[in-house]
């Protein structure tokens, strides 16, 4: 009887919770409670309520006295198993759903809620059947369709996931995480136009989502549309204010837009909210280096710091590599940017031409999105590992059963190295190299490869990693495969000269721009061309103030956005007559781009590697002239180019040569160079684990002491 006289109560309550008014359907279920404690239907909707406000605990209690009265109704059991799940009890999870299974196999709810929680239990391949169970018995269940999707997407099915998303979205247009998911798939398939609609529309249906706007961020500034990008992980802040990640992508964009104090700052409250992330801290080192006022010892220190916080604590690992300095040696390379960039176009030379009876060749990848490259330095090496999805120590464990001889890092401090692999020494030697242009910190890393020009033996010392000067420079340029001859554009007169910049934008700091300025005083017919992929409208606002504040007018300028394709980007240098370098770090791949397409290139020789990376190319190169010791000689020695600029103009197909003649294209001979210094510090090693003497070489091996701090 008093359950008859409850029935309207209870039809109200569930009404209620179904138009979204739980505080009302809990009243309801509570008034039905205080004449029936038993009554089933109200303690399990009383306990859904609990669970959708986040009470699981008390959820669980209500769901479970359902149960108690009502041991055969299979959604208490699914919405229990729900439940348990939110309170991390997933092996009891999987056990409710499965109860609810075997009640009433028809019930789409169930076989959801039992895909959710083999998901959460790491059982992919069942929680995929139990997804597709759900869509046979209820196509139009848009939540299910979203979570296969994300089983996809795990398991780098992209564009399947990405499917799966379209369908969650036709099925419910509105469901915001629908949107944004596919969007993220869309980024991954390289489809940036799409992701950006999907994105943007998840932002519609959801303004406060903070981490939309930090992957539409992301979206953005892959495509180089810093300012967009900037609104966005501004906005990304604002929402989460202390969320690392989104501050740390805020500072990248400011970086790349010449902002490096404004980065700076970004940085370090990225760091004050996250500091044990060392990739964070990596990215304040990177940044670091564009700072004129810090000194190779302050780097240095920086550096150590970064060592002491986030490597101290790793034991190293034991080897069993055979000490026997003759055999043929194991090299493996791990780098992020085995793809399309500067790091893997000077690595391919080297890869194409070792010697494979003196090295075999192991790259273990941590490219983001793999590309055309990736695939030919696949193709060029012994064995490829991709290890993008693997842990540090997983890494680790690999390379130490495949026996790694000598371990190099490409990427130093750069984006997604893996310095806390090396932390761990898997191998028994261990190299930095190329992609870097400092110290690691880290004392797991014996060497550094370099040259005599980029890191002189007198210099202080600055670094953990015992220098290995090759006998030539320290990188190997190919040119590119385009067919494009040095010229001078028709649209100039005689009479003009342009000096020019393609270089990263936090290289162009203050002093940079204070020396360029007094270079376009001294010639009063020069102008200056500032190129660069990255040059927003915000950013060529910016540069054309801090010139006009030097007393440079706009109309001496040419502050220009380039365009990413190869052949497009290098007919630019038809239109500079001498490339003015940065310091303190300078410029690199853009000093070998200007001399093959036969502009010279105007260097100041610095205190660092990375201010000296020019002087390298141009004395191995035979350019001596170009290379100047202070700024007050670097502005002279502009003026004297600008004057003989006829001279220079007729001298391009030289200066290629020049280039392709030089001991900076010979890859065999750059190779032997690496493959001799490899055998060097293998011997090296050999002599610690026995006591046989160490061969001599001509490599010069720096072994000065680390001076007090």
Known sequence: ?????????????LRCHQAGRGSDAELLCRKILRTDPAHADALHLLGVVAHQSGRHAAAADLIGQAISQNADNPLYHSNLGATLQALGQVNDAVASCRRAVDLRPTLAASHYNLGRALQANGDGDAAETAYRRTLQLEPQHAEARLNLGNLLYQRGEIAAAAE??????QCNPRYAYAHYNLGNALFELGRHPEAIESLRTTITLKPDF????????????????LDDALTCFSTACRLKPHDALVQNNRASVLQSQGRIDEALADYRRSRQLNPRDAAAHSNLLVAEN??????????FRMHLAWAREHAAAIPP????????PQRRLRIGYVSPDFRTHPVAHFFLPLVKRHDRELVEVICYSNVERPDRTTQQIQQLSDHFRDTREWSDDRLAETIASDEIDILVDLAGHTARNRLLVFARKPAPVQVSYLGYPNTTGLEAIDYRFTDAVADPPHHVRTHCETLVNLPGPFCCYSPPKVDISPQVSSRRGAAEITFGSLHNLAKLNSKVLDVWSEILQRVPRARLLIARSTLSRTCRERLAAEFAQRGVPAHRLDLRQLSTTRCDYLQIYAEIDVMLDAFPWCGHTTTCEALWMGV???????????????????????????????????VTRAAELAADCDRLRGSRLSVRQRL?????????????????????????Y?????????????FVIDTTEVPAS
């Not at 564009?290 to 000194?295: A, I, L, Q, R, T």
């Not at 260097?603 to 007050?632: F, K, N, Q, Y």
């Not at 050999?686 to 001509?698: K, L, V």
Request: hydrophobic fraction near 35%.
């Open 1 to 13: 009887m008093i359950e008859q006289q409850n029935q309207p109560l209870y039809d109200s309550a």
């Open 686 to 698: 050999c002599a610690t684990q026995c006591t046989a003497a160490i061969p001599e070489t001509s």
């Open 210 to 225: 903070a981490e939309a706007y930090n992957n539409l961020g992301k979206v953005y500034r892959s495509g180089d549309r």
């Open 317 to 324: 690992m034991r080897t069993r590599c055979l000490p026997e």
């Open 164 to 169: 799966e998303f379209r369908r969650s979205i």
């Open 660 to 684: 392709l003649d030089s001991p900076v294209c010979q890859a065999r001979r750059y190779a032997e160079g690496v493959e001799a210094a490899f055998r060097t510090i293998w011997r090296r």
């Open 290 to 299: 564009n700072v004129p006022e810090n000194s190779p010892h302050e780097l």
């Open 600 to 634: 010279p290139v105007l260097t100041l020789c610095g205190d660092r590697h990375a201010g000296r990376m020019g002087a390298s190319l141009l004395t191995h190169v035979g350019l001596h002239e170009w290379i100047t010791e202070s700024t007050a000689s670097y």
